[in-house]
C-alpha cells in the first residue's frame, strides 16, 4: 500500500519521526536498517508511550491527550501510567498502513514486552517529512542552557523513575510524570429523568 505524506496528519507525522528518531538515537547510527551488533533496534512500547506524554505535555502534539491507566511494568507491579490513546490509535494506524511493524515478546517473568520498528515505505515517508515537524521533535530533546543531547532514563525500583537529564549542567533536568495520576476537578449535580405518566400508572 502506498501511501503518500499529506495523507498523514500532523500528529502522525510527529509521531513517525519521533519514533525514527529514537531508534537512531538508542541504535547511535543514522543507518535506516537500526542495526546494533548485528541486532535490529526496536523501540519499546512503554518508553516509547512516556517521551510521548512528555511531548504532549511540552505542546507538541495538537489532539493528543492522556488519561491513567494500569500498565504492567516489564513483568513487575503494576503502576498508573499517564497514557495517550490518541498516540496509541494513531501507533495502529500507522501499522495499518505498513508504517511501523510491531513485535511482541514474553519475559522471564512471565510478562510481556511490545516493540516497534520503521518499516521500509515508513522509511520513505520519513525523507517527505517537513522540516518543522522536524525541528519540533529534536528541539525537545536538547539541553536549552548548554544545547548538549539529553539523556533519556527510566529506571526500576520501589518508586520507578523517568526523566530526561543533561550530562552536562542541571538547567534541563526534567523528571517526566509518566507515573503520577493528576486530580482533576469537577462539577456534577443530580440528573433525574423524565418518565411518562403512563408507564407509571
Not at 488519561?67 to 501510567?81: D, E, I, K, L
Not at 519475559?107 to 520503521?118: P, S
Request: charged content about 30%; aromatic content about 12%.
Amino acid at each position: 500500500m502506498d501511501v503518500e505524506i499529506k495523507k498523514l496528519t500532523r500528529d502522525q507525522q510527529l509521531l513517525l519521526y519521533t519514533i525514527d528518531y529514537l531508534l537512531k538515537w538508542v541504535s547511535g547510527t543514522d543507518d535506516d536498517s537500526f542495526i546494533q551488533n548485528g541486532k535490529r533496534i526496536w523501540i519499546k512500547e512503554l518508553p516509547l508511550l512516556a517521551v510521548i506524554y512528555y511531548q504532549i505535555i511540552k505542546g507538541s502534539y495538537k489532539t493528543y491527550d492522556y488519561a491513567p491507566t494500569s500498565v504492567q511494568f516489564f513483568g513487575r507491579s503494576c503502576y498508573s501510567c499517564n497514557i495517550s490513546y490518541e498516540g496509541v490509535d494513531d501507533i495502529e494506524d500507522l501499522r495499518e498502513l505498513d508504517i511501523l511493524e510491531k513485535i511482541r515478546l514474553s519475559t522471564a517473568k512471565h510478562g510481556f514486552v511490545t516493540a516497534y520498528r520503521i518499516t521500509p515505505q515508513g522509511q520513505h515517508l520519513l525523507k517527505q517529512i517537513p522540516e518543522d515537524v522536524k525541528e519540533e521533535v529534536k528541539n525537545l530533546f536538547y539541553c536549552k542552557n548548554c544545547k548538549t543531547h539529553l539523556k533519556f532514563y527510566m529506571k526500576l525500583g520501589e518508586k520507578p523513575i523517568i526523566k530526561m537529564d543533561c550530562p552536562i549542567c542541571d538547567e534541563s533536568d526534567t523528571d517526566i510524570d509518566f507515573l503520577e495520576s493528576e486530580d482533576v476537578s469537577y462539577v456534577s449535580k443530580p440528573y433525574f429523568i423524565r418518565v411518562s405518566d403512563k408507564l407509571v400508572r
